[in-house]
């Protein structure tokens, strides 16, 4: 299974990919509670969407520390613009953050 995450400070929004096909939303969790939902769903793959700026930072650390926790392969993808992406997609605030990871999975879907 291939997990997305659409990582902040509050919030990580989550989706997944089963087949390597298509990427489903999940819900979001809070971010305190990100590393036990993580360890629920045993992810093969988990795909962290990086932006620019200071969020960046947290991302590559957050990817780090999963990587060397789960011992998955952890790939980042740019999320430039993928919580715009997400707010035209749907109109529910508390699915735009599982919606953006959905189309950073999408990104990553599309490359490999």
Excluded: W
Aim: with cysteine; aromatic share 4%.
């Amino acid at each position: 299974m291939i997990i997305a995450i659409d990582y902040g400070d509050a919030h990580c929004g989550l989706a997944q990919s089963v087949e390597g096909k298509f990427a489903t939303p999940l819900n979001s969790v809070k971010t305190q509670t990100i590393f036990s939902k993580l360890k629920e769903l045993h992810p093969e793959i988990l795909v962290v969407g990086i932006s620019e700026g200071k969020s960046k930072e947290a991302a590559e650390k957050f990817a780090k520390t999963v990587a060397n926790m789960l011992g998955c392969r952890v790939e980042l993808i740019d999320e430039t613009l993928t919580t715009i992406e997400a707010q035209k997609l749907g109109k529910n605030k508390d699915r735009e953050h599982s919606l953006a990871a959905a189309i950073i999975l999408e990104r990553f879907l599309e490359n490999v």
